[in-house]
């Protein structure tokens, strides 16, 4: 059984920062690519940020310059640094962790609970 569970969102004026965080635990061998999601209301869900084992980052040019994704390989943990943040950025942020359950099998999607980011006035 494999979790993802992410802390970190809330409430912020413009401008302001935060910063989530995404653990993975369970019975698996590696995680290869780690990533952002997000859906506003009303919107579908669209990707934010995404990080490789090897730190290769991809971005949505709208968070270029404001948002940074990191991961932590011992701890199976992937990190969304939020700075400038804006009412657009306002969504629920969903973790994702593409898992390889066992050596040779194809890889697995896993999503986090989701965790809601506000910015507002």
């Known amino acids: 059984q494999v979790q993802l569970v992410e802390s970190g969102g809330g409430s912020v004026q413009p401008g302001g920062s935060l910063r989530l965080s995404c653990a993975a635990s369970?019975?698996?061998?590696?995680?290869?690519?780690m990533g952002w999601y997000r859906q506003a209301p009303g919107k579908e869900r669209e990707l934010v940020a995404t990080?490789?084992?090897?730190?290769?980052?991809i971005y949505v040019d709208s968070v270029k310059g404001r948002f940074t994704i990191s991961r932590d390989n011992a701890r199976n943990t992937v990190f969304l640094q939020m700075n400038r943040l804006q009412p657009d950025d306002t969504a629920v942020y969903y973790c994702n962790a593409r898992i390889l359950l066992r050596l040779r099998m194809p890889e697995s999607d896993y999503w986090g609970q989701g965790t809601q980011v506000t910015v507002s006035s």
């Open positions: 369970g019975n698996f061998f590696r995680i290869n690519v």
């Open positions: 990080i490789t084992r090897g730190d290769s980052t």
